[in-house]
């Protein structure tokens, strides 16, 4: 099997399983009792962790919350600050090729009273900044813009609208669960409020994530959604798994080698140079190294990916191909029908080598070529 599909999620680095190993088992306290040593143990390490993950975004560990993943701090973030007391602004802008984890949490709060503007994208998948500019008015509470797209990898300018957030007293909200650890991010540089971030898309391990919430220039309010033992300052209730928040911190030790991007472009200019009727979708250079989102011409993607089993590829967001539906990403790119049908993504890692992509392009080609022949025209 080669994995192509790390935007979908990521093996965990065998650096970060030895680290989380212990937390199992011998050091299993609970952080919240702290009455004796295995406790006070646990507590220790969770803020090491912390200490990790705040540094990869030049951040104040105290401004990192836990939380089961990024699915979790979108909706912390979004709903959290809607709901706090202290706001009373009800507008929020956002854009139509967010993650389902931003977007959703949107229209339920457009059920309770806000009105939310969903700015489009060009064919690119850029967003026009002057559109933005012109969405916020003086009701708007808060801007939340993803800083990599998950399907086709775009790269959003999120210091300059962090700058025109500041500029504007507006909140911002960055949903980084594909650029942490791979692009460089400064919190204060940026202008970010609120970033969500998830382990498991980093080469850590599922179920476990975290918010950034700015503590001060300006003080971020932000109400929980989980309520009970008083976890996390009041903010996220429950126990700290542990193990999870171990790897995460891990993780964000492990620095993104460059070597993905020669990989990428190795794939892509592979089967751009094999085959006719292919069309990258999204912004050719603004975007992640590790991505690559290509349309094939006459071929439905499903089928490429059926074709070829060796090769794990997603034919849309894995978290939205569950309702089968035709990517609404590429749609809001303005793809037509047959195109968005055509697609497949790829998106590499850390431990794919050269002699995997040179494979995977092999039959790539090859398949992409049965299946246009197979056609009935
Ligand atoms: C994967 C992903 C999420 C959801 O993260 P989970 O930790 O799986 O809940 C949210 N946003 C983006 C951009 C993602 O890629």
Redesign the pocket.
């Known amino acids: 099997m080669i994995y192509l599909d790390h935007?979908?999620t990521t093996p965990v680095d065998p650096r970060v399983l030895d680290a989380m190993m212990p937390f199992f088992t011998e050091h299993f306290g609970n952080p919240a009792s702290r009455h004796h040593v295995l406790g006070c143990d646990a507590a220790k390490t969770v803020e090491t962790a912390r200490e990790q993950v705040a540094s990869v975004i030049g951040a104040d560990p105290r401004e990192i919350i836990w939380t089961?993943?990024?699915?979790?701090s979108?909706n912390l973030a979004l709903q959290g600050v809607a709901q706090s007391p202290v706001y009373k602004k009800r507008h929020i802008v956002t854009v139509a090729t967010e993650?389902r984890?931003?977007l959703d949490p949107c229209e339920v709060l457009e059920t309770r009273g806000f009105r939310v503007t969903y700015l489009g994208v060009d064919s690119d998948g850029c967003l026009d900044l002057d559109r933005l500019t012109k969405a916020i008015t003086d009701q708007t509470l808060m801007v939340s813009v993803?800083h990599?797209?998950?399907e086709i990898g775009v790269l959003h300018p999120i210091a300059d609208i962090g700058a025109l957030c500041k500029d504007r007293g507006v909140l911002f909200h960055t949903?980084a669960?594909?650029s942490f650890g791979k692009e460089p991010i400064d919190v204060h540089a940026m202008g970010i409020d609120l970033l969500?971030a998830?382990a498991?898309?980093m080469h850590g391990p599922?179920g476990v994530?975290m918010l950034y919430v700015r503590r001060r220039d300006p003080r971020v309010r932000c109400a929980a959604l989980l309520h009970g033992g008083g976890h996390e300052r009041g903010l996220r209730s429950g126990t700290l798994n542990v193990p999870g928040i171990v790897g995460m911190g891990a993780a964000a030790t492990l620095r993104a080698d460059d070597g993905v991007r020669a990989l990428r472009d190795r794939l892509e200019t592979g089967i751009l140079s094999g085959l006719d009727g292919v069309e990258i979708n999204g912004h050719p250079t603004q975007r992640l190294a590790n991505t690559t989102n290509l349309s094939f011409d006459g071929v439905d993607g499903a089928k490429l990916m059926k074709a070829m089993p060796e090769v794990a590829v997603s034919s849309s967001s894995a978290?939205t191909s569950a309702l089968l539906q035709p990517s609404y990403v590429l749609g809001a790119l303005g793809c037509h029908e047959a195109r968005i049908r055509g697609s497949v993504r790829f998106s590499l890692g850390r431990f794919n080598t050269a002699e995997e992509i040179d494979i995977a392009t092999a039959q790539v080609v090859e398949s992409v070529r049965a299946l246009r022949t197979a056609r009935p025209t």
Do not use: F, I, R
Request: charged share 20%; proline share 0%; with cysteine.
């Open positions: 935007n979908a089961s993943g990024a699915t979790e979108d993650h984890a931003v993803m990599a797209n998950n949903d669960t594909q969500s998830s498991h898309k599922k994530g978290c």
